[in-house]
């Protein structure tokens, strides 16, 4: 989220697109109902059907899955036509006037560079046109037909309500409905909120469908501002955590990325990542990347890490291709990856493709599953008949399973949407054998290192000389690794302008990654974190919800990362001058002699505004981006593409039907299904009586939700002559689930480039453990095939058939 | 004058059980139901053991009772069939008040009172029955609605207390007209008990020892 | 279900004296906005949690609601209805449970004295160690709650949490309830509150929003608030003008004086005709007469 839980009920406009935010994050969701009582704030919601979010909506708009881009394109389309955006904002803190370079293409669905072999664009075109001093050039007049702006109007001139409703099914006045309302919002007193969640994430175009909103957002000047942003809805407790804490194959901690094997020593990698600011007087945070790489490493190998060594760079893996859970199945598959650690996931619930799954795993030589619970992954081997068919004599996979205990058993901290660490205080002991997976990855780093001790091996120093000056070795604390985290200064540290005076003390906590340093003398764990555990303390344990300016920021309780920032990009929430778009919610502003307000300015505190520094400090030109540049794999515009599997041919472009750079393995092509065979579209979600596959394992959740069900349109079930309860099997081209069917008006057929087609809606809890009937998990049915840029699954969006099995479903 | 007394048989001593056993299980029906209606009376649940046992007894003694019931409709039901002089005896039931039954017709084995008693008992046992089963719920609680649950009970209650009301009367009939109830104890009544109150079943009677 | 709390009574089931009524008290109402419930449940987990239930975990039917109707367990139950309300289709989902009633058709039925009490907040209790598991609280009421539990025979529903209330607590479903669908206090309070909610509601177009506390049964100390007021019943058959049913009433009402006074009656006129007429005695010349006709007979 760029912005916070609370500050929802600042909003004017909620719309909820790409998530089901009643559904699934039924306490965030609150803020909704607080902003529709007391700000008479609206509510839209768009979505393949009518969900909990829908009952509680204002405007419900049903279109079909996996056309997100399609509907939002058309929004921006009818904001430019009619001007309904926020002038100011958008020619001053976005790139709408850039020049881009001249051989900068979109034809016929494709991007200039596009390289068909590869599966992958050149991107070099995709870039502003610089003038010699280095610099971005600018029509700030928005006239010019290079500039961004006039680039995206002819981009999106395509995408007219009728060809929306031609592509989503949203009947145009409905769609009309909602951009009235959505326009509304760019004056500088209404604001709009997004809320979403995997709905937009899990396609094979996922981190597009969230830039086409982001967009929005930008023309309606509605980023950096209370009640505005971007909101994220992150679906596990701290998963927030996992990817800023760097738990993914290309990343180390705060959203540094790991060096690919392209990128031979520390000069060649610091060169794509120190950028230098692309427009005059910019500050381009990421100028300071070397700090928070050196203070990483010197977090990990401490003296081991100098200058000499390049901070230790070569003990860092180089990776050659992302090495995602995708890619980890499908080595594992071919026999390249022979062990397998799974720590807190279930994989063969959780990725597409099951039976691939399971033929996976049963190559392996071990698995070692950590997991508070009996998860299906860890008994994969055993025969649950049709539910997990398996010949436990043929299967020589040896499996461990760790039990590890839940966050309420340990002490530590939780990050949620919103970027706040909240610590959380052990509440009762663990049972049975049940350890922290702190404690065991301690207790296999001692005997790893023991291992590499004794018999040495290819390259011991990462591992042998890793800092690990914890007071018990095999039980590192959460307050230990906390601090670490955080970061401290490893020497006395001095003024540069006055070197006798020490603006540092060797072993002080850092206040904040402003201190960070690149010559070794600090430490950080992860730069993001740094001010979460000061010299005054636990700064995520703090519980004072004093509340300045009444905007629900409460900048005393728990801690927020950046910096403790609760609405990220906040200087935009100002004009030129300085001065709040909107006096009635103000967050910050500058005072004359610097940024104050009740909210930690995201901008360098003394700059003036008449220095013309833009709001967006992490990107080069100091704006947001309206045109991505290369930095999305798939284009600098969002396109609509078509999901891998779907029911008619892009209506935009048939020849570039699906997203041509979406991650697609070569054995995987014929995986796909036709329309023809499997005539329905079929997406998968969540219930709020369950949490994916834990929650069945308690009584009372089972029973709120008892048995695997597949939703259908009254419309198709009376076609297949299907009612409530019958049992009904659904196919794709790679597996079937048997279900008891829920027949719901809440799933209407949509009439698609003039086809009549019908959405399924598949729930994902049941599995073969745990305390309700079993069921097959909807990844039997789902593709592997992943998002250009972030690889994840495209769940939301394939094509089964459905047949009706019986009618009871006992 | 002991020499006097000629004997008649009037039940046999299965007839006599049967009636007993009855009568102690509607006592026993009508304490319960009664303890289960009005507050006032719920001390009555400790006759059975306290307020559940009561509740779970009564509908079973209630079966029991159908069933002995029964037993006695069998045995009785052809005596009671209505004749014209059973409607002549109702109008003038008022001499019977004044215990001068010389202006009412004879009686045969029963008089019309004793009928309208046996009928009124037959056809309230039968409301009672299907009332009691309608809202019998830990046996019979799905097979009726909600609906036909309060009817049920309106309908028991009712059927209970009419029913309680013409076993006052029958009782009171026994006390009041003496020599009746050795003819439920032992079997047999006098002569002259069966000249003055039954003189048509007297003659019957007389007639069959010819 | 609970013992009795420091709460006074102001009524008791199957008793004719009244309870103690000097203390005053306020009385509390639990609201349900039916226009800010998700359906999420939450509320149904926190009543089997704060009241150590555990439902079966039973099957899907092809519903959304689970279990499918309130039982001895499930004293709160989500209900789904999918309906298309003026042309606008609606997901109505409406938490189901006791309605604490005003006048409770429960206790009027109850023939065990204290296994029902209501007490001067308002709450509904059923207190279920006096409970003698007749079923007759099912048939007082109006909106088909209470269960009979197969294990015990005896009857259950919602509390109210009347032991969480009793230490200044809210229940537990308003305790969880993430939306704030459920609000608890007084009930005067959440009467200014309803109107506040339905204002809003009404600025959205819903005519007919109003607020759900039935006249026919004193009102209630579980109220809604609801888009359509006008159409109860479309929220899975919520009654729209809910009483004790006649019957009920014929059965407690008159009709109990009037059986005790009628059997009274029977038998003091049965006293009074023995002692103004006594006895019907057989005379000698009955029994000579019996005599005669034997013999007569006999010849």
């Not at chain 1, 859970?325 to 026999?335: D, N, P, S």
């Not at chain 1, 769940?795 to 006992?810: C, R, S």
């Not at chain 3, 409770?104 to 001067?120: E, N, R, S, T």
């Not at chain 3, 669908?181 to 109107?195: H, L, N, P, Q, R």
């Given at each position: 989220?760029?912005?916070?839980?609370?500050?929802?009920?600042?909003?004017?406009?909620?719309?909820?697109?790409?998530?089901?935010?009643?559904?699934?994050?039924?306490?965030?969701?609150?803020?909704?109902?607080?902003?529709?009582?007391?700000?008479?704030?609206?509510?839209?919601?768009?979505d393949?059907?009518?969900?909990?979010?829908?009952?509680?909506?204002?405007?419900?708009?049903?279109?079909?899955?996996?056309t997100?881009i399609?509907?939002?394109?058309?929004?921006?389309?009818?904001?430019?036509?009619?001007?309904?955006?926020?002038?100011?904002?958008v020619?001053?803190?976005?790139?709408a006037?850039?020049?881009?370079r001249?051989?900068?293409?979109?034809?016929?669905?494709?991007?200039?560079?596009?390289?068909?072999?590869?599966?992958?664009?050149?991107r070099?075109?995709?870039?502003?046109?610089?003038?010699?001093?280095?610099?971005?050039?600018?029509d700030?007049?928005?006239?010019?037909?290079?500039?961004?702006?006039?680039?995206?109007?002819?981009?999106?001139?395509?995408?007219?309500?009728?060809?929306?409703?031609?592509?989503?099914?949203?009947?145009?006045?409905?769609?009309?409905?909602?951009?009235?309302?959505?326009?509304?919002?760019?004056?500088?007193?209404k604001?709009?909120?997004?809320?979403y969640?995997?709905?937009?994430?899990?396609?094979?175009?996922?981190?597009?469908?969230?830039?086409?909103?982001?967009?929005?957002?930008?023309?309606?000047?509605?980023?950096?501002?209370?009640?505005?942003?971007?909101?994220?809805?992150?679906?596990?407790?701290?998963i927030?955590?996992?990817?800023?804490?760097?738990?993914?194959?290309?990343?180390?901690?705060?959203?540094?990325?790991?060096a690919?094997?392209?990128?031979?020593?520390?000069?060649?990698?610091?060169?794509?990542?120190?950028?230098?600011?692309?427009?005059p007087?910019?500050?381009?945070?990421?100028?300071?990347?070397?700090?928070?790489?050196?203070?990483?490493?010197k977090?990990m190998?401490?003296?081991?890490?100098?200058?000499?060594?390049?901070?230790?760079?070569?003990?860092?893996?180089?990776?050659?291709?992302?090495?995602d859970?995708?890619?980890?199945?499908?080595?594992?598959?071919?026999?390249k990856?022979?062990?397998?650690?799974?720590?807190?996931?279930?994989?063969?619930?959780?990725f597409?493709?099951?039976?691939?799954?399971?033929?996976?795993?049963e190559?392996?030589?071990?698995?070692?599953?950590?997991?508070?619970?009996?998860?299906?992954?860890?008994?994969?081997?055993?025969?649950?008949?049709?539910?997990?068919?398996?010949?436990?004599?043929?299967?020589?996979?040896?499996?461990?399973?760790?039990?590890?205990?839940?966050?309420?058993e340990?002490?530590?901290?939780?990050?949620?949407?919103?970027r706040?660490?909240?610590?959380?205080?052990?509440?009762?002991e663990?049972?049975g054998?049940?350890?922290?997976?702190?404690?065991?990855?301690a207790?296999?780093y001692?005997?790893?290192r023991e291992?590499?001790?004794?018999?040495?091996?290819?390259?011991?120093?990462?591992?042998l000389?890793?800092?690990?000056?914890?007071?018990?070795?095999?039980?590192?604390?959460?307050?230990?690794?906390?601090?670490?985290?955080?970061?401290?200064?490893?020497?006395?540290?001095?003024?540069?302008?006055?070197?006798?005076?020490?603006?540092?003390?060797?072993?002080?906590?850092?206040?904040?990654?402003?201190?960070?340093?690149?010559?070794?003398?600090?430490?950080?764990?992860?730069?993001?974190?740094?001010?979460?555990?000061?010299?005054?303390?636990?700064?995520m344990?703090?519980?004072?919800?004093?509340?300045?300016?009444?905007?629900?920021?409460?900048?005393?309780?728990?801690?927020?990362?950046?910096?403790?920032?609760?609405?990220?990009?906040?200087?935009?929430?100002?004009?030129?001058?300085?001065?709040?778009?909107?006096?009635?919610?103000?967050?910050?502003?500058?005072?004359?002699?610097k940024?104050?307000?009740?909210?930690?300015?995201?901008?360098?505190?003394t700059?003036?505004?008449?220095?013309?520094?833009?709001?967006?400090?992490?990107n080069?030109?100091?704006?947001?981006?309206l045109?991505?540049?290369?930095?999305?794999?798939?284009?600098?515009?969002?396109?609509?593409?078509?999901?891998?599997?779907?029911?008619?041919?892009?209506?935009?472009?048939?020849?570039?039907?699906a997203?041509?750079?979406?991650?697609?393995?070569?054995?995987?092509?014929?995986?796909?299904?036709?329309?023809?065979?499997?005539?329905?579209?079929?997406t998968?979600?969540?219930?709020?009586?369950?949490?994916?596959?834990?929650?069945?394992?308690?009584?009372?959740?089972?029973?709120?939700?008892?048995?695997?069900f597949?939703?259908?349109?009254?419309?198709?079930?009376?076609e297949?002559?299907?009612?409530?309860?019958?049992?009904?099997?659904?196919?794709?081209?790679?597996?079937?689930?048997?279900?008891?069917?829920?027949?719901?008006?809440?799933?209407?057929?949509?009439?698609?480039?003039?086809?009549?087609?019908?959405?399924?809606?598949?729930?994902?809890h049941?599995?073969?453990t745990?305390?309700?009937?079993?069921?097959?998990?909807?990844?039997?049915?789902?593709?592997?095939?992943?998002?250009?840029?972030?690889?994840?699954?495209e769940?939301?969006?394939?094509?089964?058939?459905?047949?009706?099995?019986?009618?009871?479903?006992? | 004058?002991?020499?006097?007394?000629?004997?008649?048989?009037?039940?046999?001593?299965?007839?006599r059980?049967?009636?007993?056993?009855?009568a102690?299980?509607?006592?026993?029906l009508?304490?319960?139901?009664?303890?289960?209606?009005?507050?006032?009376?719920f001390?009555?649940t400790?006759?059975?053991?306290?307020?559940?046992?009561?509740?779970?007894?009564?509908?079973?003694?209630?079966?029991?009772?159908?069933?002995?019931?029964?037993?006695?409709?069998?045995?009785?039901?052809?005596?009671?069939?209505?004749?014209?002089?059973?409607?002549?005896?109702?109008?003038?039931?008022?001499?019977?008040?004044?215990?001068?039954?010389?202006?009412?017709?004879?009686?045969?084995?029963?008089?019309?009172?004793?009928?309208?008693?046996?009928?009124l008992?037959?056809?309230?046992?039968?409301?009672l029955?299907?009332?009691?089963?309608?809202m019998?719920?830990?046996?019979?609680?799905?097979?009726?609605s909600?609906?036909?649950?309060?009817?049920?009970?309106?309908?028991?209650?009712?059927?209970?207390?009419?029913?309680?009301?013409?076993?006052?009367?029958h009782?009171?009939?026994?006390?009041?007209?003496?020599?009746?109830?050795?003819?439920?104890?032992?079997?047999?009544?006098?002569?002259?008990?069966?000249?003055?109150?039954?003189?048509?079943?007297?003659?019957?009677?007389?007639?069959?020892?010819? | 279900?609970?013992?009795?709390?420091?709460?006074?009574?102001?009524?008791?089931?199957?008793?004719?004296?009244?309870?103690?009524?000097?203390?005053?008290?306020?009385?509390?109402?639990?609201?349900?906005?039916?226009?800010?419930?998700?359906?999420?449940?939450?509320?149904?987990?926190?009543?089997?949690?704060?009241?150590?239930?555990?439902?079966?975990?039973?099957?899907?039917?092809?519903?959304?609601?689970?279990?499918?109707?309130?039982?001895?367990n499930?004293?709160?139950?989500?209900?789904?209805?999918?309906?298309?309300?003026?042309?606008?289709?609606?997901?109505l989902?409406?938490?189901?449970?006791?309605?604490?009633?005003?006048?409770?058709?429960?206790?009027?039925?109850?023939?065990?004295?204290?296994?029902?009490?209501?007490?001067?907040n308002?709450?509904?209790?059923?207190?279920?160690?006096?409970?003698?598991?007749?079923?007759?609280c099912?048939?007082?009421?109006?909106?088909?709650?209470?269960?009979?539990?197969?294990?015990d025979?005896?009857?259950?529903?919602?509390?109210?949490?009347?032991?969480?209330?009793?230490?200044?607590?809210?229940?537990?479903?308003?305790?969880?309830?993430?939306?704030q669908?459920?609000?608890?206090?007084?009930?005067?309070?959440?009467?200014?509150?309803?109107?506040?909610r339905?204002?809003?509601?009404?600025?959205r177009?819903?005519?007919?929003?109003?607020?759900?506390?039935?006249?026919?049964?004193?009102?209630?100390?579980?109220?809604?608030?609801?888009?359509?007021?006008?159409?109860?019943?479309?929220?899975?058959g919520?009654?729209?003008?809910?009483?004790?049913?006649?019957?009920?009433?014929?059965?407690?009402?008159?009709?109990?004086?009037?059986?005790?006074?009628?059997?009274g009656?029977a038998?003091?006129?049965?006293?009074?005709?023995?002692?103004?007429?006594?006895?019907?005695?057989?005379?000698e010349?009955?029994?000579?007469?019996?005599?005669?006709?034997?013999?007569?007979?006999?010849?």
């Open positions: 989220m760029t912005n916070l839980w609370a500050d929802i009920k600042n909003t004017d406009l909620v719309v909820i697109m790409g998530g089901n935010a009643a559904e699934a994050h039924p306490c965030g969701f609150k803020w909704v109902t607080e902003a529709k009582h007391y700000r008479k704030a609206k509510l839209i919601v768009v393949p059907r009518f969900t909990r979010s829908a009952a509680m909506s204002d405007l419900f708009i049903q279109i079909r899955p996996g997100d399609a509907f939002l394109g058309g929004v921006i389309k009818y904001l430019l036509d009619n001007d309904k955006i926020q002038k100011e904002y020619g001053n803190y976005t790139n006037a850039y020049i881009i001249g051989d900068f293409k979109f034809e016929d669905g494709l991007f200039s560079g596009y390289d068909e072999a590869k599966r992958d664009y050149n070099a075109s995709w870039e502003y046109e610089l003038s010699e001093d280095g610099f971005v050039k600018s700030p007049s928005l006239q010019d037909p290079r500039c961004v702006y006039q680039l995206m109007k002819t981009h999106y001139s395509r995408y007219t309500p009728e060809m929306v409703e031609r592509i989503t099914g949203a009947p145009k006045d409905k769609f009309l409905e909602a951009c009235k309302l959505i326009a509304e919002t760019s004056a500088v007193d604001v709009m909120t997004s809320m969640a995997l709905g937009w994430t899990q396609h094979s175009k996922g981190s597009q469908n969230i830039r086409t909103m982001a967009m929005i957002q930008l023309l309606l000047g509605n980023i950096g501002v209370a009640g505005g942003g971007m909101n994220a809805l992150r679906g596990h407790s701290n927030q955590g996992l990817t800023d804490i760097g738990l993914m194959s290309n990343l180390i901690p705060g959203y540094l990325t790991l690919n094997d392209r990128e031979p020593d520390y000069a060649t990698y610091m060169k794509t990542r120190g950028f230098k600011p692309l427009r007087g910019q500050t381009s945070y990421w100028q300071n990347y070397d700090k928070f790489f050196v203070s990483f490493a977090a190998w401490g003296d081991a890490a100098t200058k000499d060594n390049d901070w230790a760079y070569d003990w860092l893996p180089k990776i050659d291709v992302v090495y859970v995708l890619r980890a199945f499908e080595l594992m598959h071919q026999g990856m022979t062990g397998y650690f799974c720590q807190g996931f279930n994989p063969l619930m959780s597409p493709n099951r039976r691939k799954l399971q033929a996976a795993l190559k392996l030589k071990f698995l070692v599953v950590m997991d508070p619970l009996a998860t299906e992954t860890s008994e994969f081997w055993q025969d649950h008949g049709e539910h997990n068919p398996a010949d436990p004599a043929k299967i020589q996979t040896e499996v461990f399973r760790l039990p590890t205990t839940v966050f309420a340990e002490n530590g901290s939780l990050i949620n949407s919103g706040w660490l909240q610590w959380h205080f052990k509440g009762a663990p049972p054998e049940a350890l922290p997976d702190i404690d065991i990855m207790r296999l001692a005997k790893l291992l590499y001790q004794k018999d040495g091996g290819a390259l011991p120093d990462p591992l000389k890793l800092t690990w000056d914890y007071e018990n070795p095999l039980a590192p604390q959460p307050e230990e690794l906390a601090r670490e985290l955080n970061g401290k200064a490893l020497v006395d540290v001095p003024d540069p302008r006055d070197p006798a005076r020490m603006i540092l003390r060797k072993g002080q906590q850092l206040s904040g990654f402003g201190e960070y340093r690149n010559d070794g003398m600090t430490m950080g764990g992860c730069w993001l974190y740094a001010g979460s555990w000061t010299e005054a303390g636990n700064q344990a703090r519980r004072d919800n004093t509340d300045p300016g009444g905007l629900g920021l409460t900048p005393r309780w728990a801690w927020s990362w950046p910096a403790n920032r609760r609405i990220m990009y906040n200087r935009a929430s100002c004009d030129l001058n300085g001065k709040p778009y909107n006096p009635a919610k103000k967050q910050i502003w500058w005072d004359g002699e940024w104050t307000g009740y909210d930690v300015p995201d901008f360098v505190i700059s003036k505004p008449e220095a013309g520094v833009g709001p967006f400090i992490m080069p030109e100091g704006s947001a981006r045109f991505t540049r290369g930095m999305l794999r798939d284009g600098p515009f969002p396109e609509h593409y078509e999901p891998f599997e779907a029911p008619v041919p892009n209506p935009l472009h048939p020849k570039v039907n997203n041509p750079v979406a991650r697609v393995f070569k054995n995987d092509l014929e995986q796909f299904g036709k329309a023809s065979d499997f005539p329905y579209v079929a998968t979600y969540r219930l709020t009586e369950h949490f994916h596959f834990w929650s069945k394992h308690t009584r009372i959740n089972a029973a709120l939700q008892p048995q695997e597949i939703e259908l349109g009254e419309e198709l079930a009376k297949k002559g299907i009612a409530s309860g019958d049992l009904i099997e659904v196919r794709s081209n790679r597996g079937r689930v048997k279900a008891v069917a829920v027949v719901t008006k809440r799933i209407k057929a949509l009439k698609i480039d003039g086809k009549t087609v019908h959405t399924v809606g598949i729930p994902l049941w599995g073969f745990g305390e309700t009937k079993k069921g097959f998990g909807c990844n039997q049915l789902t593709p592997y095939v992943g998002d250009a840029n972030i690889e994840t699954p769940y939301k969006a394939f094509l089964v058939d459905v047949k009706k099995l019986g009618t009871t479903a006992a | 004058m002991a020499d006097k007394t000629t004997i008649f048989d009037r039940y046999t001593s299965g007839a059980l049967n009636h007993w056993i009855n102690i299980l509607m006592i026993c009508a304490l319960s139901g009664m303890a289960l209606f009005h507050p006032s009376l001390f009555l400790g006759l059975f053991g306290g307020g559940p046992t009561a509740r779970i007894v009564h509908p079973w003694i209630g079966v029991l009772a159908m069933c002995s019931f029964l037993g006695l409709f069998i045995r009785f039901w052809r005596y009671n069939l209505w004749g014209k002089d059973d409607s002549a005896w109702m109008r003038n039931i008022k001499h019977v008040v004044n215990n001068d039954e010389s202006k009412v017709p004879e009686a045969g084995k029963y008089n019309a009172g004793q009928k309208l008693v046996f009928w008992m037959s056809i309230l046992t039968v409301l029955l299907t009332s009691g089963l309608a019998w719920d830990s046996q019979f609680g799905e097979y009726t909600i609906e036909q649950k309060r009817l049920a009970v309106v309908v028991h209650a009712a059927s209970a207390v009419l029913l309680i009301i013409v076993v006052i009367t009782i009171y009939a026994a006390i009041w007209i003496r020599g009746t109830i050795r003819g439920m104890t032992r079997g047999s009544v006098t002569g002259g008990w069966a000249w003055r109150h039954h003189r048509k079943w007297l003659r019957e009677e007389v007639g069959k020892t010819k | 279900m609970s013992s009795l709390q420091s709460l006074d009574l102001r009524r008791r089931s199957a008793t004719t004296t009244p309870p103690p009524g000097q203390r005053e008290a306020v009385e509390v109402a639990k609201l349900i906005d039916v226009s800010r419930c998700i359906g999420c449940k939450a509320c149904q987990a926190a009543c089997l949690e704060w009241n150590d239930l555990r439902e079966e975990v039973g099957i899907n039917v092809g519903v959304y609601d689970n279990p499918h109707d309130l039982t001895e499930t004293w709160t139950l989500m209900r789904f209805t999918e309906i298309d309300v003026d042309g606008r289709f609606e997901w989902i409406r938490k189901d449970g006791c309605m604490h009633c005003d006048d409770p058709g429960c206790l009027k039925a109850c023939p065990a004295p204290g296994a029902i009490v209501q007490y001067k308002g709450i509904v209790d059923f207190i279920s160690e006096n409970c003698i598991g007749c079923g007759y099912v048939k007082g009421c109006p909106f088909n709650i209470p269960r009979i539990s197969k294990k025979s005896k009857a259950y529903k919602c509390t109210l949490c009347s032991d969480r209330v009793a230490v200044g607590q809210a229940p537990a479903c308003a305790k969880v309830c993430p939306t669908a459920i609000s608890f206090g007084t009930k005067k309070d959440m009467i200014a509150w309803a109107d506040k339905i204002a809003d509601l009404k600025e177009g819903y005519k007919s929003a109003g607020l759900y506390d039935p006249p026919g049964v004193g009102g209630t100390h579980v109220m809604y608030v609801l888009k359509h007021v006008d159409r109860p019943e479309i929220y899975a919520l009654p729209k003008d809910p009483k004790i049913s006649p019957l009920v009433d014929l059965w407690k009402g008159i009709t109990k004086p009037l059986a005790l006074a009628g059997v009656l038998a003091l006129v049965g006293f009074f005709h023995y002692v103004t007429h006594g006895p019907n005695e057989v005379q010349e009955d029994e000579e007469a019996a005599a005669k006709t034997r013999r007569n007979s006999a010849e």
